[in-house]
């Protein structure tokens, strides 16, 4: 029999829908943070196939989800494009900050060599999960990736990648095209090596003014779509332009992404009446109900599903699950789902 993820990337309805977590293998598990504390820092934890494996296995395991999603990171590309990334405790990922002279510069690697471990541990997964439970790839869209690599790290409002595509917009379209081209070979790596489901995580979309959201959100998603199923025409692919609002509307039937995922921010009514018609909808509970718990949680789970049931629809947060959730309140609301 298909897997239940698969079935509704496919169009089908299914009650109980599948489901999954963004960043389901992480800090809120005790079993986590000890194979985390083996680990010379987190880019050899990412890079590490026994470890990275073992942390993917870990909430299939204690929860029983339909799919697990490679543990990995979305700046591991720059990797493949010569650049250091390394991550500060307590302040998260840092990358030398790029200038404009320094994308003319910046060729693509040997991305199957640098990101190989990577690979490794899809290979590894898609031998070790069981039979029900789909294997999702996963990379950062080439906008995400791109502000990570101007500002250097994070940034609330990414000021100077905003300010480089005004300025240098051959260099911003330089890299993006760079950044597309090194995605498309490290997804077909990870669907080569197993990988059922691929999903884009674009999480700075909602930083695009919309006049530019169809050249950097779409048209790259697109590019990397088009050439993976070019190779990989079975593999459906999972768009996720968060705070994109209403525009995942036009980045839906633009991509032809599988399925979208959608954010806290969208009504999940508004999702089903004019976005479930169009593809498979993913998410959107509050990530903070895993953590504070209770009726509200039970009820606004059931709520989601009852929007949702008439179409195919992936359980999910609308964000990754937080460091502070409890993992009590995972198995609620995997019995309120599921009964």
Known sequence: MTKSLLRVLQGEALDPPP???MRQAGRYLKEYREVRATARNFID?????DKAAEVTLQPIRRFGFDAAILFADILLIPMALGRKVWFETGEGPKLDPLSADDIASLEIGDVEGILGPVGETVSRLSVALPEETTLIGFAGSPWTVATYMIEGGGSKD??????????????MQRLLDLLADATIRYLVMQAHAGAEVLKLF?????ALPGNMFDKYAI?????????IHAVEPGVPVIGFPRQAGEKVIP????????GC??????????AAQNLQG???VQGNLDPMLLVTGGDALVRTVKETAEIFADGPYIFNLGHGITPEADPANVDVMLKALRG
């Open 251 to 258: 980045f839906v039937e633009a991509t032809g992404v599988a």
């Open 261 to 270: 995922g959608i954010d806290t921010s969208v009504d999940p009514r508004w």
């Open 45 to 49: 934890f990412c890079l590490t196939p």
């Open 19 to 21: 489901v999954w977590l």
């Open 202 to 206: 674009d999480s700075w979309a909602g």
């Open 278 to 280: 169009l593809t498979c």
């Open 219 to 227: 048209a790259p998603a697109r590019r990397i779509i088009e050439r």
């Open 158 to 171: 990414r000021w100077n990648a905003r300010r480089m595509y005004w300025e240098h917009p051959d260099a």
